[in-house]
């Protein structure tokens, strides 16, 4: 590394170096995509001291394994699965902790959601992006764990239907019906914030 | 629409539908109105989520973040990781079984010389007192070589090395 800037070096260049023991290379490493790596964990968590919490942690675990880090995958993709694992296993933590409630139960039958109207209107058109992130996190918020962890999964890590199952530890079935209803209450969520204002 | 053909209708906007299936669904879209409705839905609610987490950024100081992370690393790894500095290291831990090996081989060739030889003007033994040397006289000029296996112990040598020998 000593020829080339650290700022000027790929990702693959600095993860050769950090595989050496340069802790210089890993810093970089984290500067570039430490916002990725917290957002992920933020969207999963909704809580800022658990999503940087749950992200640092997630360095320090790349950190030790990163010699077995072989490339397969871009290292964005490879950390980022390391903070979904750390989540999901703080979530698991979570529920255990808790009883489970009614709406728990009704997430696999879709409960509430099979009673909405369907929502032709896009209720987040002509919205500037900081006004529709806004909107979206309330909704977010308002998903259950499980709900909003199979959204984040599907829609921002792009994740297959059989890789959330094994993630979830659930059926590919399951997966497809709280996608389906995570869905669903969420463009009555969005719809709902566009008639409130 | 039933909820077994609303699965495949997502499905098939998530590109996860088999392919012999999704001519079904693009037929039904053509002919069902509700089936349009759920498409739209499903289409602007993808839409909507697009690009949300590109907006969400840490929010500390790249200096705070990551000092936190290399605290957490040094508490973790209190002995310096192996770089490729650390040759000699790695040379001793295979030097020391390897001149082991050597002087085991050695030793043998040399007792089946002395079985088949008996006036021969050296020796090579083993010595009962400590297995892991070996000595080597040879009476003709007087002189003794004794082999340790293992480090001696002087300032060179590794206290941590100790589970190598």
Not at chain 1, 37 to 50: F, K, Q
Not at chain 1, 56 to 66: I, N
Not at chain 2, 110 to 134: E, G, H
């Amino acid at each position: 590394m000593a020829e080339i800037p650290q700022s000027a070096a790929t990702d693959e260049q600095l993860v050769k170096a950090a595989q050496q023991g340069d802790m210089g290379a890993f810093e970089e490493l984290v500067a570039r995509h430490r916002d990725k790596i917290y957002a992920r964990a933020y969207s999963m968590m909704r809580n800022e001291d658990e999503a940087l919490d749950l992200s640092q942690e997630a360095w320090v675990k790349a950190w030790q394994r990163l010699v077995q880090f072989q490339g397969d995958s871009s290292f964005p993709t490879w950390i980022t699965r390391i903070v979904i694992n750390l989540c999901l296993d703080q979530l698991r933590r979570q529920k255990r902790r808790r009883t489970e409630s009614i709406d728990g139960m009704d997430e696999e039958s879709g409960g509430v959601e099979r009673q909405l109207p369907v929502v032709i209107i896009n209720p987040t058109e002509g919205l500037e992006r900081a006004e529709l992130r806004e909107r979206i996190d309330k909704a977010l918020a308002q998903l259950s764990e499980a709900h909003r962890t199979v959204i984040v999964l599907c829609e921002f890590q792009s994740m297959e239907y059989k890789e959330i199952a094994k993630a979830m530890n659930c059926s590919i079935g399951t997966v497809m019906s709280r996608l389906f209803y995570a869905r669903r209450r969420l463009a009555s969520l969005l719809a709902d914030l566009k008639k409130a204002e | 629409m039933n909820h077994e053909l609303e699965l495949k209708l997502q499905a098939w906007v998530d590109g996860q539908l088999p392919v012999h299936e999704a001519d079904a669904v693009a037929r039904l879209i053509e002919t069902d109105a509700a089936a349009r409705a759920a498409l739209t839905e499903l289409k602007n609610t993808r839409a909507a989520l697009a690009g949300y987490e590109d907006g969400i950024k840490v929010p500390e100081s790249r200096e705070f973040y990551w000092s936190k992370i290399a605290r957490e690393i040094e508490r973790q790894q209190p002995r310096q990781q192996p770089t490729a500095d650390s040759w000699f290291h790695h040379f001793r831990r295979l030097l020391i079984p390897a001149g082991a090996v050597a002087a085991l081989l050695l030793f043998g060739m040399f007792a089946s010389r002395t079985t088949s030889q008996d006036n021969q003007p050296y020796d090579l033994s083993n010595l009962v007192a400590d297995s892991d040397a070996f000595a080597f006289t040879d009476e003709e000029s007087g002189t003794t070589l004794i082999w340790f296996s293992y480090p001696t112990e002087n300032e060179f040598a590794e206290p941590d090395d100790s589970d190598i020998l």
